[in-house]
DNA sequence: GTTCATGCATAAGTCCTCCTTATGCATCCT
DNA sequence: AGGATGCATAAGGAGGACTTATGCATGAAC
């Protein structure tokens, strides 16, 4: 099979098309020079002219016309193929996060994300463990981290895991109100475990390490579930607010103090680099990174 | 138009026919590596795997077998249109040479690249001028020159313009036959004004100088004219032996001598470098070359 | 079980094709 | 005549398309 340069079969069909280089180097985002040099280049192969040069443009000669029609059919059929082959590959999105995320960010905007994107299912896993994103066959993921570096992944950052105080206005209430700091040492707390509370504690100028260590401790490891307990009014929760946003919003939850304390860690959407181009990878990560951009107006 | 990297279908679409990669490497004159690379960047691009690998070949998945007819038909049809292009646009091959070379070699041979490439006609265009292949839309031509340099022109020299004394034997008979140099000079020379005259019996250490001014001078500066008369037995002639391998053959000529003359010229083949590529220019060089290396062992 | 052959995957390196930029020329329009 | 339009071409740059080298997995043979 002898088959012409490829690239010069593609300007040459939009030329073509168009009967104008320029009006071609255009619809293909290059230059006109770059259009004429490959006209010249498939000219030179079919040994002889393809285009009768006028003055404001191009007419196809009779074997330019042959060509052009095998041209566009042959490019034609390649593109709904390819097309068929990205769409039909679309299929599902497989996304891996942490349970937290899951529950506080994105079931409420997912629905956003399908209504754009019909075409593409989503499978969601919640673990919170780091999975593999090519051994386990999952298309992006949403982690938590610090500088967001792994290796042969491309990485976002979504918003920092910054972490204050929370509570239910009804846990508040209980105490007349909770007006400074020291406050909170008089209510319950959900998890006194979490290495948060110290810091946050530090951030605030209070000495709290006695009371925290007099408190039973707990290992919860979930924002989800410590903002659920918190809003149920079960005691003070340390949570990360761009999590909480409705319950703030709704009043559910409130944050009596501008403290905001962060370790360092962010949350961070994940995907292989090499799979950067996949249709669907790029279509979530453009839609999240605009939902991103919205709901916290914050740059990625 | 959303296309696909017409590079990697290219490989794809040879891989999916062989089920094996190193074959459609070995088909498209490339490497194992460059393949498989491909593929690679194509199933990136489509988002799933179209190839399961296997320990000793490749099977296309769903998608890829899709892909594949897509491929394998557009390929196809590109394939015939530029052929159709190639073939239609190579009609005629035009050939520019001094008549010497058209009478004495290529007229011999000429039947030969006829058989080898029946959809060639030939133009043939003799002339004893330097002719522009490019204003004179000559495909290809054959010339003398030193160097073979000429700009914007490729060439490939085909065999010395060397010289040295032929004759018919019933020539030489008429002196009971030639066993010196110096018996030349008692027979007729045919072109005794002929440059190369004076240059061959300096080599041959004969002082020739005035028997050669003594003599009617004419100027032929034509090798098929001089060795016409000789083959006539009209006189000596001082020959190219490459032009005259037919008569040396047959014993119509001579060469009593193995003392050969060179000037430094030979006898070149040219074309456009920008032409290089053109079906039918390629066609005739390369049969050409290998006509030129079979008859005078010569690699050119 | 071991060894060898086969064949795809991938990293590092090279280079040439595919461009871009700049400029020139021809034609057309005002 | 001047300006606009648009193709042609030379010079230069760079990244995609390879190559080479090597590793890994699988299957076959012993």
């Known amino acids: 099979m002898n088959l012409p340069p490829l690239a010069a079969i593609r300007a040459f069909e939009a030329a073509a098309r168009l009967s104008s280089f320029t009006r071609a180097a255009e619809e293909l985002a290059m230059t006109q020079a770059a259009v004429s040099y490959q006209i010249k280049v498939l000219e030179d192969r079919v040994g002889q002219p393809?285009?009768?040069?006028?003055?404001?443009?191009?007419?196809?000669?009779?074997?330019?016309?042959?060509?052009?029609?095998?041209?566009?059919e042959a490019l034609r059929i390649l593109a709904e193929s390819y097309e068929q082959a990205r769409t039909g590959g679309q299929g599902t999105l497989s996304i891996s996060t942490i349970p937290t995320f899951a529950a506080n960010w994105l079931a409420l905007r997912l629905g956003s994300f399908q209504i754009a994107h019909p075409a593409i299912a989503v499978r969601l896993e919640t673990s919170d463990r780091v999975v593999d994103l090519a051994q386990d066959n999952?298309?992006?993921?949403?982690?938590?981290?610090?500088?967001?570096?792994?290796?042969?992944?491309?990485?976002?950052?979504?918003?920092?895991?910054?972490?204050?105080?929370?509570?239910?206005?009804?846990?508040a209430a209980t105490i007349g109100g909770v007006r400074e700091p020291a406050d909170l040492l008089r209510l319950p707390i959900v998890d006194a475990g979490d290495p948060w509370?110290?810091?946050?504690?530090?951030?605030?100028?209070?000495?709290?390490?006695?009371?925290?260590?007099?408190?039973?401790?707990?290992?919860?490891?979930?924002?989800?579930?410590?903002?659920?307990?918190?809003?149920?009014?079960?005691g003070?929760?340390?949570?990360?607010?761009?999590?909480?946003?409705?319950?703030?919003?709704?009043?559910?939850?409130?944050?009596?103090?501008?403290?905001?304390?962060?370790?360092?860690?962010?949350?961070?959407?994940?995907?292989?680099?090499?799979?950067?181009?996949?249709?669907?990878?790029?279509?979530?990560?453009?839609?999240?990174?605009?939902?991103?951009g919205a709901s916290t107006g914050m740059v990625a």
């Open 138 to 171: 999952i298309d992006v993921g949403i982690r938590t981290g610090g500088k967001g570096e792994w290796p042969g992944l491309a990485s976002h950052r979504l918003f920092m895991a910054d972490f204050t105080p929370m509570l239910s206005p009804s846990l």
């Open 50 to 72: 393809l285009f009768t040069r006028k003055a404001r443009q191009v007419e196809l000669t009779e074997t330019g016309r042959a060509l052009a029609a095998g041209a566009s």
């Open 236 to 292: 003070v929760g340390i949570l990360t607010r761009e999590l909480f946003t409705a319950e703030l919003d709704n009043g559910s939850l409130i944050q009596p103090f501008d403290i905001v304390g962060n370790d360092g860690h962010a949350y961070w959407l994940v995907y292989q680099q090499a799979r950067r181009n996949v249709p669907k990878i790029r279509a979530f990560r453009d839609w999240l990174l605009k939902e991103i």
């Open 197 to 234: 509370w110290a810091m946050w504690f530090d951030l605030a100028g209070i000495d709290a390490r006695e009371n925290l260590a007099a408190r039973t401790r707990s290992q919860l490891n979930s924002q989800a579930f410590e903002g659920r307990a918190a809003v149920a009014g079960v």
